[in-house]
C-alpha cells in the first residue's frame, strides 16, 4: 500500500494534481478531515482493490488543518509509509488566478486576497518544512506539472528518487522549489558572439563555445561527481526527488548547455532525469 498525502496553498494545484495521480492508478480522497486519515487508511489497506492512495488535506477543512501533523504521526504509528506532497506558488502568481477563476479565498480576509495569502501560508509553514516532496507551480505548465508528478511517483521510473535538472535565468529569479543552485555566471557568455546569440544551449555551437574554456570541464566534472556521490544518500534517506537548478544571466545559453552535460552523464550512470529549461524562451539574454 502506497500512501500520498496531498497538501499546499490554495490554488497552487491541487486539483490538478489530484486528476494527474488518478490517471497514475490512484484512489483520491478529496477534502479529507485529518483526523479520519488513520481510520481510512486501515479501510483501504483491508480492500486489496487499492494499492495507491492519496489523501488531499488543506484549509477546507478550516481549523482543522492545524490537526494534521499530529494525525500524520498517528498515521506513522500505525505502520503507514506514507510521503507528504506540498503543493506551493507565489503571492503574485495566487492572486492572478484567484482573480482570472473569481473564486473566493477560504482564508477570505477581510484584509483582502494577498492578505488571506499570506495568512495561509504562515499557518502551513510547519507542513512545507515537513514535506518529503514540494512542488512550486509558479512557472509550471499543465503538462509539465503531469510530468513531474510522474517522475515522483510512477513505479515505471528506473530510480528510487525523481530528479529534475533546472536550467534557469538568474534575472528571473531563483526557482523555489530548487534544492541544489548552480551558478554558471563566470564562464563564456555566447550572447556577446553575433553568430551564437540567437541560439541556445541546445545547440552544438553554444555548448562547445562554453566549454572552450578548460575550467568549465573541470567545472562540470566535479559537479557530476558531487551529485553521483549525493544521490545515492538522498535515495538512502527515503527523499522522493530533487531538483538541482544551474543558472546563468537569461537562461538560454550557459545554464541550458550545463544542464544538458550534467544530463548526458546522469543518464549514463543509470538515472532516469527530467530536463526542464524555464527561461529558454524568454529575453535575449544568455
Known amino acids: 500500500m502506497r500512501f500520498v498525502v496531498v497538501t499546499g496553498l490554495s490554488g497552487a494545484g491541487k486539483s490538478q494534481t489530484v486528476k494527474y495521480l488518478e490517471d497514475m492508478g490512484f484512489f483520491c480522497i478529496d477534502n479529507l478531515p485529518p483526523v479520519l486519515m488513520p481510520k481510512l487508511a486501515e479501510i483501504v489497506s483491508a480492500n486489496m482493490k487499492y494499492e495507491k492512495v492519496a489523501f488531499v488535506i488543506d484549509m477546507r477543512v478550516g481549523e482543522m488543518i492545524n490537526e494534521l501533523s499530529d494525525d500524520l504521526a498517528r498515521l506513522k504509528e500505525k505502520g503507514y509509509e506514507y510521503k507528504l506532497l506540498f503543493m506551493q506558488a507565489s503571492d503574485e502568481v495566487l492572486v492572478k488566478r484567484y482573480k482570472e477563476t473569481r473564486r473566493s479565498h477560504p482564508m477570505n480576509s477581510e484584509n483582502g486576497l494577498l492578505s488571506s495569502i499570506k495568512k495561509e501560508r504562515k499557518l502551513l509553514s510547519g507542513l512545507l518544512d515537513a514535506a518529503d516532496v514540494v512542488i512550486d507551480t509558479s512557472d509550471l505548465a499543465v503538462g509539465e506539472l503531469g510530468a513531474r508528478l510522474r517522475d515522483i511517483f510512477s513505479e ?14 538568474f534575472k528571473y529569479g531563483i526557482p523555489a522549489d530548487a534544492d541544489l543552485v548552480f551558478d554558471v555566471r563566470c564562464f563564456p557568455n555566447p ?42 544518500l538522498y535515495i538512502g534517506e527515503g527523499k522522493a526527488s530533487t531538483t538541482v537548478a544551474i543558472g546563468c544571466t537569461g537562461g538560454k545559453h550557459r545554464s ?11 543518464t ?4 532516469s532525469v527530467n530536463r526542464i529549461y524555464r527561461d529558454i524562451e524568454k529575453g535575449r539574454k544568455g
Not at 566535479?222 to 545515492?232: A, H, Q, R, V
Open 191 to 232: 550572447f556577446y558572439d553575433d553568430e551564437l546569440r540567437y541560439k541556445t544551449g541546445n545547440d552544438k555551437a553554444v555548448q562547445d563555445f562554453v566549454m572552450s574554456g578548460g575550467d568549465a570541464r573541470v567545472f562540470l566534472d566535479k559537479l557530476c561527481d558531487m551529485l553521483l556521490m549525493l544521490f545515492p
Open 256 to 266: 541550458v548547455t550545463f544542464v544538458n552535460k550534467v544530463y548526458d552523464a546522469l
Open 156 to 169: 515505471d521510473t528506473k530510480n528510487e528518487m525523481a530528479i529534475n535538472l533546472l536550467a534557469f535565468g
Open 268 to 271: 549514463k550512470a543509470g538515472y
